[in-house]
């Protein structure tokens, strides 16, 4: 048996362990490596069983006696035995034929790997005389048993010790050393290498007892940086006594560098082979002689780096601001895929129908990839690929405020990427006169042709949603007729989604418009004049199931039982009294075939809808109406249609005392008008559209669910949302690189699990280079709010005092009749709890959100984007809102008592202690 292993035996790399097993995975590249040797730990394990002692590595008390202690102690009295000490004669006699000094070092076998690199955990010794070889290996081993380094395994999760491989390399008395990165373990940066130098020995440097100079050089060798301290002391041998000492460096040498430029490059380049060799960054100690040649004398992996971005990396914008109310919290794969997959067909679409060259969206053909990313499981705008599809219209610059108007957007993009963006758009069309004039026509043409556009596509979804001309209905469809099925939506609606794409384009621009002429010709110095002159529009759907649900409510008074039941039964004791109450059914089921696709996150496919689950709208209905038949002082009477129009026709009045003497801009403002309400409503109605498009999607793939579960393909139909929208597809015509759907779902099953247990990433933060290695963090931590009052965007005006109620999950709330409601995000499905709200504070969204529009058209006093509101307030907590300046003012109880000399009564289902002061309309 062998004991001893030179570079030659690479092939033995379980037995060469860490730091030799580099090295002599680097002899091939015949990089300048001092000669060296390892002892293997069969010479431990001989030595051992020449005391008649037990395996080392067998400490597990089932398998060995021995416990760590008892291995230190063992060690204590160990030598080697006599066939390793002939061994290493012999190959210390073939490294040192002349006596030379060695260093004697640790080489385990998980050290200076990937992951763990062992730094300074186990012993080394320098400069040691042939004939103490013997003795140095053994107090290697035992430092293989140290507390520390048990400490250390412990920590990381590491299994139990094993005895250390052991390299001894012949010394180099370095004149200089130190170390060098092949990337910069700082800032992350790949393209950047660091070198830090020293004057004698690399343990001055390792110790942190003086300081080093350093320099940063690119890819290019340009020493880009370059940073030189004093270096008063040195680390040296003295052979006199025998030992490594501190000495004065020349006076001469204190201020000058230590290395020349030539130096620096060859050893920022030698660390770079040694990374371009093993594939990933790298860390190397090194060495020069007082010959000036260099030596590599150990390298490792840079373990920190793994996770760090690298700054010089493409730079990307992620932001939630307006999306959060389509797909808050974590969402599924098939949601995700599918969405993506939306957004990019439509938004190069619509590129198109904008007169857009087709060359113009090729070159842009990554960018639709990327208009959305999926962000440990949450979904989020890649907000540069939402400017640079903008840019490619005519008026950019102002379009862009628009944009971050109707998003939500809070920040100001990057200087340098706006000046990119602005230049590089019009430096191209100054260049290309007809591709701007074509754009303007296009903008030209599709205005006028935007209502014919609009008929025909309701038309068209019309004929893609109807069943009828279908042979069987999708409960009996093969998984391939489903499949077929969903490729005709996909193709009928989907890649053709154009009149909802420009009447969203259109009502952005003229929305705008509107603020910023409200703003300057009005005097509108709080930015809300415009929201009060668009509500009341009527004719808006998304108002209707809250109408639905006041109507459901007032037949349920009728019979005080059955509104009991409406709020506190089970859905299998409410059904059966639903079929006695014939008009209340009637309704009810009318409401479902309308809107039992509306629900809670209702663009997320694997959201169960009012047709899974309709127990939220009859508790919702239940509760509205057990409020009705209670007396509540200072109540508001809900007057939806007197209150909208008592704010449209206020602000209309305001507009025409402004403008009045300007009939130019009257006549101006009037167009602009008429556009902004038509293309506002005519947005939320056709979102209605979109709601019930995918609402059938959903049900396409809730069938494929149960055709892949009943074929053994899932273990749950619902697995099939683990799965993306390609998978499925691709695993029923025969193109799937995966056909493992269960392993592929328990696996994404564990990692989305994951993702709901961490805490959310940021609202808006920045990645570069790879997006899964950053921290998904802002740059800046928010501070918390703090004091009496917070500002947001408000919607619609009215001021509100009443206490809150924060809801989070409205699936399993009950909102109290007359509280304010408190939510980090709203969608379409929140409005069954908007009929109770005396006013709604909402910490995201925007001014064209659902939220902001459903309250403006039912007159309830809103506050949108409101930072921190959620967390600043709690349940029960007293404020006064003001729906036209956004602002929200927390107030005590005793405040309320102190403006109001009636009584305040409880309500008799609620705890808090007052019912709200109502102004709505700025007291109309």
Same mark, same amino acid.
């Given at each position: 048996?062998?004991?001893?292993?030179?570079?030659?035996?690479?092939?033995?790399?379980?037995?060469?362990?860490?730091?030799?097993?580099? *090295?002599?995975?680097?002899?091939?590249?015949?990089?300048?490596?001092?000669?060296?040797? +390892?002892?293997?730990?069969?010479?431990?394990?001989? &030595?051992?069983?020449?005391?008649?002692?037990?395996?080392?590595?067998?400490?597990?008390?089932?398998?060995?006696?021995?416990?760590?202690?008892?291995?230190?102690?063992?060690?204590?009295?160990?030598?080697?035995?006599?066939?390793?000490?002939?061994?290493?004669?012999?190959?210390?006699?073939?490294?040192?034929?002349?006596?030379?000094?060695?260093?004697?070092?640790?080489?385990?076998?998980?050290?200076?790997?990937?992951?763990?690199?062992?730094?300074?955990? *186990?012993?080394?010794?320098?400069?040691?005389?042939?004939?103490?070889?013997?003795?140095?290996?053994?107090?290697?081993?035992?430092?293989?048993?140290?507390?520390?380094?048990?400490?250390?395994?412990?920590?990381?999760?590491?299994?139990?010790?094993?005895?250390?491989?052991?390299?001894?390399?012949?010394?180099?008395?370095?004149?200089?050393?130190?170390?060098?990165?092949?990337?910069?373990?700082?800032?992350?940066?790949?393209?950047?290498?660091?070198?830090?130098?020293?004057?004698?020995?690399?343990?001055?440097?390792?110790?942190?007892?003086?300081?080093?100079?350093?320099?940063?050089?690119?890819?290019?060798?340009?020493?880009?940086?370059?940073?030189?301290?004093?270096?008063?002391?040195?680390?040296?041998?003295?052979?006199?006594?025998?030992?490594?000492?501190?000495?004065?460096?020349?006076?001469?040498?204190?201020?000058?560098?230590?290395?020349?430029?030539?130096?620096?490059?060859?050893?920022?380049?030698?660390?770079?082979?040694?990374?371009?060799?093993?594939?990933?960054?790298?860390?190397?100690?090194?060495?020069?002689?007082?010959?000036?040649?260099?030596?590599?004398?150990?390298?490792?992996?840079?373990?920190?780096?793994?996770?760090?971005?690298?700054?010089?990396?493409?730079?990307?914008?992620?932001?939630?601001?307006?999306?959060?109310?389509?797909? @808050?919290?974590?969402?599924?794969?098939?949601?995700?895929?599918?969405?993506?997959?939306?957004?990019?067909?439509?938004?190069?679409?619509?590129?198109?129908?904008?007169?857009?060259?087709?060359?113009?969206?090729?070159?842009?053909?990554?960018?639709?990839?990327?208009?959305?990313?999926?962000?440990?499981?949450?979904?989020?705008?890649?907000?540069?690929?939402?400017?640079?599809?903008?840019?490619?219209?005519?008026?950019?610059?102002?379009?862009?405020?628009?944009?971050?108007?109707?998003?939500?957007?809070?920040?100001?993009?990057?200087?340098?990427?706006?000046?990119?963006?602005?230049?590089?758009?019009?430096?191209?069309?100054?260049?290309?006169?007809?591709?701007?004039?074509?754009?303007?026509?296009?903008?030209?043409?599709?205005?006028?042709?935007?209502?014919?556009?609009? #008929?025909? /596509?309701?038309?068209?979804?019309?004929?893609?949603?109807?069943?009828?001309?279908?042979?069987?209905?999708?409960? $009996?469809?093969?998984?391939?007729?489903?499949?077929?099925?969903?490729?005709?939506?996909?193709?009928?609606?989907?890649?053709?989604?154009?009149?909802?794409?420009?009447?969203?384009?259109?009502?952005?621009?003229?929305?705008?418009?509107?603020?910023?002429?409200?703003?300057?010709?009005?005097?509108?110095?709080?930015?809300?004049?415009?929201?009060?002159?668009?509500?009341?529009?009527?004719?808006?759907?998304?108002?209707?199931?809250?109408?639905?649900?006041?109507?459901?409510?007032?037949?349920?008074?009728?019979?005080?039982?059955?509104?009991?039941?409406?709020?506190?039964?089970?859905?299998?004791?409410?059904?059966?009294?639903?079929?006695?109450?014939?008009?209340?059914?009637?309704?009810?089921?009318?409401?479902?075939?309308?809107? @039992?696709?509306?629900?809670?996150?209702?663009?997320?496919?694997?959201?169960?809808?009012?047709?899974?689950?309709?127990?939220?709208?009859?508790?919702?209905?239940?509760?509205?109406?057990?409020?009705?038949?209670?007396?509540?002082?200072?109540?508001?009477?809900?007057?939806?249609?007197?209150?909208?129009? &008592?704010?449209?026709?206020?602000?209309?009045?305001?507009?025409?005392?402004?403008?009045?003497?300007?009939?130019?801009?009257?006549?101006?403002?009037?167009?602009?008008?008429?556009?902004?309400?038509?293309?506002?409503?005519?947005?939320?109605?056709?979102?209605? $559209?979109?709601?019930?498009? /995918?609402?059938?999607?959903?049900?396409? /793939?809730?069938?494929?669910?149960?055709?892949?579960?009943?074929?053994? +393909?899932?273990?749950?139909?619902?697995?099939?949302?683990?799965?993306?929208?390609?998978?499925?597809?691709?695993?029923?015509?025969?193109?799937?690189?995966?056909?493992?759907?269960?392993?592929?779902?328990?696996? #994404?099953?564990? $990692?989305?699990?994951?993702?709901?247990?961490?805490?959310?990433? @940021?609202?808006?933060?920045?990645?570069?280079?790879?997006?899964?290695?950053?921290?998904?963090?802002?740059?800046?931590?928010?501070?918390?709010?703090?004091?009496?009052?917070?500002?947001?965007?408000?919607?619609?005006?009215?001021?509100?005092?009443?206490?809150?109620?924060?809801?989070?999950?409205?699936?399993?709330?009950?909102?109290?009749?007359?509280?304010?409601?408190?939510?980090?995000?709203?969608?379409?499905?929140?409005?069954?709890?908007?009929?109770?709200?005396?006013?709604?504070?909402?910490?995201?969204?925007?001014?064209?959100?659902?939220?902001?529009?459903?309250? #403006?058209?039912?007159?309830?006093?809103?506050?949108?984007?409101?930072?921190?509101?959620?967390?600043?307030?709690?349940?029960?907590?007293?404020?006064?809102?003001?729906?036209?300046?956004?602002?929200?003012?927390?107030?005590?109880?005793?405040?309320?008592?102190?403006?109001?000399?009636?009584?305040?009564?409880?309500?008799?289902?609620?705890?808090?202690?007052?019912?709200?002061?109502?102004? +709505?309309?700025?007291?109309?």
């Amino acid at each position: 048996m062998s004991f001893i292993l030179q570079a030659s035996d690479a092939n033995a790399a379980n037995q060469l362990g860490g730091k030799a097993g580099a *090295l002599a995975a680097l002899a091939q590249k015949k990089l300048p490596i001092p000669g060296w040797f +390892v002892v293997t730990p069969t010479a431990f394990d001989r &030595s051992l069983a020449d005391r008649g002692l037990a395996d080392h590595s067998l400490i597990e008390a089932e398998r060995s006696p021995l416990t760590p202690t008892e291995v230190r102690t063992a060690l204590d009295n160990l030598h080697l035995s006599e066939s390793v000490q002939a061994e290493l004669r012999t190959a210390l006699a073939a490294l040192c034929p002349k006596g030379e000094r060695v260093a004697v070092r640790s080489s385990a076998i998980d050290e200076d790997g990937a992951q763990h690199s062992f730094a300074g955990q *186990l012993d080394s010794f320098l400069f040691v005389e042939p004939q103490d070889v013997a003795k140095r290996i053994v107090d290697v081993w035992r430092s293989g048993f140290s507390d520390r380094l048990l400490a250390y395994r412990q920590e990381n999760q590491l299994d139990l010790p094993t005895a250390p491989a052991v390299l001894v390399q012949v010394m180099v008395d370095a004149q200089v050393s130190g170390v060098a990165f092949s990337a910069n373990p700082v800032t992350g940066q790949r393209a950047i290498a660091l070198v830090s130098a020293v004057y004698g020995l690399g343990t001055a440097l390792v110790s942190g007892e003086v300081d080093a100079d350093s320099y940063q050089v690119n890819r290019a060798g340009e020493i880009v940086s370059q940073q030189l301290v004093e270096k008063r002391s040195a680390h040296r041998y003295v052979p006199d006594r025998q030992e490594i000492a501190s000495v004065e460096v020349d006076s001469v040498l204190v201020q000058q560098p230590v290395l020349t430029d030539e130096q620096v490059r060859a050893i920022a380049n030698l660390a770079r082979q040694v990374e371009a060799h093993f594939g990933r960054p790298q860390d190397i100690e090194w060495a020069i002689d007082p010959f000036g040649k260099l030596y590599l004398l150990q390298a490792r992996p840079i373990t920190a780096l793994a996770q760090m971005p690298n700054p010089d990396g493409v730079l990307n914008i992620w932001d939630n601001s307006n999306i959060a109310e389509s797909y @808050g919290g974590v969402t599924t794969p098939l949601t995700f895929s599918f969405a993506r997959r939306a957004y990019e067909e439509v938004y190069r679409q619509f590129c198109q129908i904008m007169g857009v060259p087709k060359g113009a969206i090729a070159q842009h053909d990554s960018t639709f990839h990327r208009m959305l990313g999926l962000v440990q499981g949450r979904i989020y705008y890649n907000l540069l690929s939402w400017y640079r599809v903008l840019s490619l219209l005519p008026g950019f610059t102002v379009n862009r405020r628009f944009m971050e108007q109707m998003m939500g957007v809070r920040e100001e993009l990057p200087a340098e990427i706006l000046t990119e963006l602005i230049g590089a758009n019009w430096k191209a069309r100054l260049q290309d006169g007809f591709r701007l004039m074509s754009s303007i026509a296009g903008l030209l043409r599709n205005y006028f042709t935007l209502p014919q556009q609009i #008929r025909r /596509f309701y038309q068209r979804l019309e004929r893609a949603l109807d069943l009828s001309h279908l042979p069987t209905s999708l409960a $009996e469809m093969r998984p391939d007729e489903l499949a077929a099925y969903y490729r005709s939506l996909e193709g009928q609606l989907l890649t053709r989604w154009d009149a909802p794409l420009v009447n969203d384009f259109f009502a952005m621009i003229f929305y705008g418009v509107l603020r910023k002429l409200t703003t300057q010709w009005c005097g509108d110095t709080e930015g809300t004049l415009q929201n009060d002159l668009v509500s009341g529009e009527g004719g808006m759907i998304s108002a209707e199931p809250a109408r639905r649900v006041r109507q459901l409510a007032a037949i349920a008074t009728q019979d005080q039982t059955f509104v009991q039941l409406l709020c506190r039964g089970s859905l299998d004791q409410i059904l059966p009294k639903i079929e006695l109450i014939p008009v209340f059914q009637q309704q009810y089921q009318e409401y479902l075939q309308k809107f @039992g696709d509306r629900c809670l996150e209702e663009l997320k496919l694997e959201s169960p809808t009012l047709y899974d689950d309709p127990l939220v709208l009859l508790r919702s209905v239940g509760q509205l109406a057990q409020s009705q038949t209670q007396s509540f002082p200072f109540q508001r009477e809900f007057k939806e249609l007197n209150a909208t129009t &008592s704010l449209r026709q206020q602000a209309e009045a305001t507009v025409k005392q402004s403008l009045q003497g300007h009939p130019l801009r009257r006549l101006i403002f009037s167009w602009v008008l008429k556009n902004a309400r038509e293309r506002v409503r005519d947005r939320e109605n056709l979102r209605f $559209e979109r709601t019930r498009l /995918f609402g059938r999607t959903r049900q396409v /793939f809730v069938e494929l669910g149960k055709r892949f579960y009943g074929q053994d +393909v899932l273990n749950s139909p619902r697995d099939i949302f683990y799965l993306e929208l390609d998978e499925i597809l691709s695993f029923i015509d025969g193109t799937a690189t995966c056909t493992d759907l269960k392993g592929l779902v328990a696996l #994404r099953q564990a $990692e989305f699990e994951r993702y709901r247990q961490l805490p959310a990433p @940021g609202d808006r933060f920045e990645t570069h280079g790879i997006v899964y290695q950053n921290s998904f963090q802002p740059k800046a931590r928010v501070k918390l709010a703090d004091g009496d009052s917070l500002k947001g965007t408000g919607c619609c005006p009215g001021i509100v005092r009443a206490p809150v109620q924060v809801i989070t999950n409205p699936r399993q709330a009950t909102l109290r009749q007359g509280s304010i409601l408190v939510a980090e995000r709203t969608d379409p499905g929140w409005i069954m709890l908007f009929p109770a709200a005396a006013g709604l504070l909402v910490e995201r969204g925007s001014l064209l959100s659902h939220s902001a529009i459903v309250a #403006r058209e039912m007159g309830i006093p809103a506050i949108v984007s409101i930072p921190q509101v959620t967390q600043w307030l709690k349940d029960g907590d007293w404020v006064e809102m003001d729906g036209s300046t956004g602002i929200v003012r927390r107030i005590a109880v005793e405040a309320i008592a102190q403006d109001y000399s009636q009584e305040i009564t409880p309500s008799p289902n609620s705890s808090d202690s007052a019912s709200p002061l109502v102004e +709505v309309g700025n007291g109309q």
